[in-house]
């Protein structure tokens, strides 16, 4: 992956990025960043700027950090945080450059962390949660004084997308959501894992969309009334062990995406690449799920549609 040269990164600075909370100016170019946001840190990876210390979300892997992000780790050992925002722990560290775009900082943290070091929370007009991945690189890419590179990064993978849009006509304007096993959470369009979906052609119903609000991205389904998420290609994420929820659900038989083979079990870790929709995981997440979805969609019940490589932890019938 290219990089830019020191140089003519010093000529990207000051930077002014504008943000809910106001405006932020990065006088020079970081060394030390503190990432709060729970997948900022692989997008720093992508642009070649591991943090300094980074905000764990879940999983058992070193540092937080997933396998698709492991080798742009390379030797880096950042610090680890995990639950609420520490504000002392983060002055001990002495960052110049605190980012935090998908954090939930409120206000009142933003103005305590911005007496330590320059500090970025998300545009007013995405949330907390909703900021595009390719918004999420572009800020951080300016902010780091590699913005070129994450242009070039966004491009590719966009055409990426692209290409799976142009060579799947069908997949256009057909229903899709994602959802949570575990609570049968249903991701909105504001959120990451629904505009992967809609990237891809699909949509995102109006039941699920209509009923998320500004700052909550998900809806959650009754298990009464499945009828949200009856749609041409249902994607259940994995929640850790969630498989044996879906058997207990009574209702899911009644199904058109059940009846029909048109649900798909993500396992764990594609459930996790979906959920950081980064640079480093995109590409990982469409390799594995664009073959489901397109056993999906293909019309035969007698498909096994699943990201599982054991059987044996599908639901029987799946």
């Known amino acids: 992956m290219a990089t830019t040269p020191k140089d003519a990164q010093a000529d990207r600075f000051p930077v002014l990025i504008q943000h809910q909370y106001g405006e932020t100016t990065v006088q020079s170019e970081p060394s030390r960043i503190v990432s709060l946001s729970f997948i900022g840190h692989d997008f720093l990876l992508a642009l070649g700027r591991p943090p ?23 030797e880096a050992t950042p610090i680890v945080m995990q639950g609420e925002i520490d504000i002392e722990a983060i002055a ?6 605190i980012v935090g775009q998908w954090s939930g900082m409120t206000k009142r943290e933003y103005q305590l962390l911005s007496r330590i070091a320059p500090t970025v929370p998300p545009q007013l007009q995405y949330g907390d949660y909703g900021t595009p991945w390719q918004e999420i690189l572009r800020t951080l890419g300016r902010a780091t004084g590699r913005l070129d590179q994450a242009e070039e990064i966004i491009a ?8 799976i849009r142009q060579a799947h006509p ?10 949570w096993a575990g609570q049968n959470g249903a991701y909105s ?36 009334d499945l009828s949200p998420i009856d749609v041409d290609a249902l994607i259940w994420l994995d929640a850790g062990g969630s ?16 009846t029909e083979g048109r649900e798909i079990y993500a396992d764990l870790l594609l459930s996790a690449a979906l959920s950081h929709s980064s640079p480093l995981s995109l590409n990982y997440a469409l390799d594995r799920l664009v073959p489901l979805l397109e056993a999906a969609i293909d019309g035969d019940p007698a498909t096994t549609v699943t990201s599982t490589a054991k059987a044996g932890l599908l639901p029987e019938g799946f």
């Open 52 to 74: 300094h210390a980074l905000r764990k979300w879940f999983g058992p892997h070193p540092y937080g950090i997933w396998p698709w992000a492991q080798e742009a780790l390379a």
């Open 92 to 97: 001990a560290m002495q960052p110049d450059l």
């Open 156 to 163: 590719g993978i966009d055409a990426r997308f692209h290409g």
């Open 170 to 179: 069908e997949w256009q304007g057909a229903s899709s959501v994602m959802v």
């Open 189 to 224: 369009a504001r959120d990451i894992r629904g505009q992967f979906i809609q990237a891809l052609g699909f949509e995102v119903p109006d039941a699920i969309n209509t009923r998320a609000s500004f700052n909550n991205y998900y809806v959650l389904i009754p298990p009464e």
């Open 243 to 258: 498989v044996s929820r879906l058997e207990r659900m009574p209702l899911r038989p009644t199904l058109r995406a059940y």
